[in-house]
C-alpha cells in the first residue's frame, strides 16, 4: 500500500483553483477542482511513483506554496485556515499546469501511470483531464489558458519532459 498523497494533491489543486479560478458559479468551480485535481494526482503519481518516495515527501513535507505566489502575483495573505497552504508541492504544480494546457503531454504522463504503483490494477478514469467537455473547458478557461499557465509551468516543464519518454514511458534510472 501506498503512502498517502492526498493532502498532498488536495492543496495543490486547491492552491491551482483559487490562482486560476472557475468561472459561472458553483458548478462551474466543482468542475475547474475536478480537472485540477485530476491534473494534480497524475502529476504527484508521477512525481513520487513508489511508495518510499511518497513516504518521504509525507515524513518531510512539499514544500508550500510561497514561491508560486510570487510567481504569479498572487496575494499570499494568510487566512483562517492557511496551513493547507505548507502541503502544496511547486514541482506537482507546474507539472499539472503543464498538463493542463498541452493535451498532447497529458496524454503521455496518463500513459506513463498504467505500470506505476499507483494504480495496481485499479481502473481510474482521467476524462476530465484528456477529454474535458464544452463545459469543462468554459468553468476552467483561466485554469486552461496557456499564456496564464506558461509562468508556473515553466518552472518545472524541462523536469516533466525529461521524466516522459516519447512513447508514455515513465524514465527510470
Not at 62 to 85: E, H, I, K, N
Not at 93 to 106: H, T
Not at 110 to 127: M, Q
Amino acid at each position: 500500500m501506498l503512502a498517502d498523497l492526498s493532502p498532498l494533491i488536495a492543496a495543490t489543486a486547491r492552491w491551482l483553483s483559487g490562482a486560476f479560478p472557475a468561472h459561472g458559479g458553483a458548478f462551474a468551480a466543482a468542475r475547474c477542482e475536478a480537472q485540477a485535481r485530476q491534473a494534480v494526482t497524475v502529476a504527484a503519481w508521477l512525481r513520487y511513483p513508489t511508495a518510499l518516495d511518497a513516504g518521504l515527501v509525507g515524513i518531510a513535507g512539499p514544500g508550500g506554496a510561497t514561491r508560486l505566489d510570487w510567481v504569479t502575483g498572487g496575494d499570499a495573505a494568510p487566512d483562517a485556515d492557511g496551513a493547507w497552504r505548507s502541503w502544496v508541492d511547486e514541482v506537482v504544480a507546474s507539472w499539472a499546469a503543464g498538463l493542463l494546457c498541452d493535451p498532447e503531454l497529458a496524454r503521455l504522463a496518463v500513459g506513463a501511470l498504467t505500470d506505476g504503483e499507483h494504480l495496481a490494477g485499479a481502473s481510474v478514469d482521467f476524462r476530465r483531464l484528456l477529454l474535458p467537455d464544452e463545459d469543462d473547458v468554459r468553468a476552467a478557461s483561466l485554469l486552461r489558458h496557456p499564456d496564464l499557465l506558461a509562468p508556473v509551468a515553466e518552472l518545472h516543464r524541462a523536469q516533466l519532459r525529461g521524466r516522459l519518454k516519447p512513447d508514455g514511458r515513465p524514465v527510470t534510472a
